[in-house]
């Protein structure tokens, strides 16, 4: 079966502008999850999503950055007027609903110019 | 705040031997643990995970230990094959609230055939 994907897999724009990560998590999984990972640094929670509930927006670094998902299909990270510290690869994973398991995506490699 | 470390960035070990990857975390209330191994240009992806419950669990060649007392975990692999390069990520997280769950900066481990 098909895994996570997101789109697009390296993405370089100009500071300021604004830009768009897609996430597509695998089909059934009721929980989805946004991270940040930068140079030679862990992991950084940004988002989660679990189902109809509210999404968990504690790990935004600003607001900057939102996200949007459609019911427990896909999701969307907007980072608007990029800068470049927000250069990182952005990685995208889903869970299957009650499990501490999450399957991460390829990322997104984003580099702020 | 890094309440999981990885204080080794980078481990070498020849194929055939055991490889110990160390994590080390700070807040008392993480109860689940995981490691996650990520190989370049691909998401991490989920290797074993052990409860506060248990003090070891085994899979095959890797085996993950836990220290309560010293808020510290390790994974070993025996025997090591160069197949394991990669870069291995601690993760902990306090039930039920696995949404938040925080990772380590990672260890790139290399087997050397």
């Known amino acids: 079966g098909a895994g996570v994907s997101q789109s697009p897999s390296n993405k370089v724009t100009e500071k300021g502008k604004d830009v768009e990560l897609r996430c597509d998590p695998i089909s059934g999984h009721t929980a989805l999850y946004w991270y940040r990972q930068r140079l030679g640094q862990g992991l950084e929670f940004l988002i989660y999503?679990?189902?109809?509930?509210?999404?968990?927006k504690s790990g935004l670094p600003s607001d900057r950055f939102s996200a949007e998902r459609t019911g427990e299909s896909v999701s969307t990270l907007t980072i608007q007027r990029t800068q470049q510290e927000d250069s990182a690869v952005y990685l995208c994973?889903?869970?299957?609903?009650?499990?501490?398991?999450?399957?991460f995506g390829p990322g997104t490699r984003l580099t702020v110019t | 705040d890094q309440q999981v470390k990885q204080n080794s960035p980078s481990l070498s070990v020849q194929e055939g031997r055991i490889s110990i990857l160390n994590c080390d975390y700070t807040?008392?209330?993480?109860?689940?643990f995981l490691w996650y191994k990520k190989y370049p240009a691909e998401g991490p992806t989920f290797l074993i995970s052990i409860s506060s419950i248990k003090d070891k669990n085994e899979d095959g060649r890797f085996t993950v230990f836990l220290n309560k007392s010293a808020k510290h975990l390790s994974l070993h692999i025996v025997p090591s094959q160069p197949g394991d390069s990669a870069v291995y990520f601690c993760a902990a997280s306090a039930r039920p609230n696995n949404n938040d769950m925080r990772f380590g900066a990672g260890t790139r481990l290399t087997v050397k055939p």
């Open positions: 999503f679990q189902g109809n509930s509210a999404p968990d």
């Open positions: 807040n008392s209330m993480f109860d689940y």
């Open positions: 994973a889903s869970s299957p609903a009650g499990t501490g398991e999450q399957y």
